[in-house]
């Protein structure tokens, strides 16, 4: 089985902000625990004795708000680069590969954000695990997303998806509608957030230095793309 895990950054209802962006990394399901161990070992950096209590947050990293605002910008800075480096750059393609949707919200007056969103990741993701199954590796695919407002949305699309289908049809490689788990006990849910938001300092602030690092980590086959939509 893979497991694509996703996290959005921006806000689908805030008017200030011109893009949202959902995005994820999928990897098989004997992968997780080694990448939890890498990214353990860069909370370590910030609390050696707990680091458990430590979590990889874009946002508040970059911005040292919370508990942050004790450590040095360049630290906070270096530990998302890091934690990027080594749960995404140094495994792509085998192990890792990125999926994303970037939505510059003029684009869709009147339609439904999460809606587009949501029905460019998962269809990607079926499409990656479809070509899989004609090479011969058969696998199903499970989402988990980062607990978020748009949690009820996206399990009614999940439904919606997988039996009227969607503008691409119907998503045929899924082993159940998508899990909600909360970002403090999955460090592969905090790798998704610094993913997401990487992509949205890229296009909101036109600031690419995360972003830069994992350009050329997304789902790819033939020399085409398929794991990055920008609209």
């Not at 996290?7 to 902000?17: A, H, I, K, N, R």
């Not at 999926?99 to 009147?110: C, D, I, R």
């Not at 407002?149 to 999940?158: H, V």
């Not at 296009?203 to 995360?210: A, P």
Request: hydrophobic share 35%; proline share 3%; charged share 25%.
């Amino acid at each position: 089985m893979y497991l694509l895990y996703a996290d959005e950054s921006g806000s689908v209802g805030d008017p200030t902000e011109r893009y949202f962006v959902l995005a994820g990394l999928s990897v098989f399901e004997r992968e997780p625990h080694w990448l939890e161990q890498e990214l353990e070992q860069i909370a370590k950096r910030f609390n050696p004795e707990q680091p458990q209590t430590i979590e990889l947050h874009g946002s508040p990293m970059r911005a040292g708000k919370g508990r942050w605002r004790h450590y040095p910008k360049q630290d906070r800075e270096q530990a998302v680069m890091d934690a990027l480096d080594a749960g995404i750059c140094k495994r792509h393609p085998g192990q890792v590969r990125l999926f994303a949707s970037v939505l510059e919200k003029k684009n869709f007056a009147g339609q439904d954000i999460a809606q587009v969103a949501f029905e460019q990741l998962s269809s990607r993701f079926d499409q990656f695990l479809g070509r899989l199954h004609q090479k011969g590796n058969t696998q199903r695919g499970l989402i988990l997303f980062d607990k978020s407002s748009t949690e009820k949305r996206i399990q009614t699309l999940a439904k919606e998806f997988k039996t009227s289908g969607h503008s691409f049809g119907k998503t045929r490689n899924y082993a159940e509608v998508p899990v909600f788990i909360d970002s403090q006990a999955s460090r592969l849910i905090q790798l998704a957030d610094l993913v997401a938001y990487s992509i949205f300092r890229k296009f909101e602030y036109d600031d690419s230095r995360f972003f830069d690092l994992i350009a050329n980590c997304f789902d790819s086959d033939g020399g085409v793309m398929h794991g990055f939509y920008l609209r």
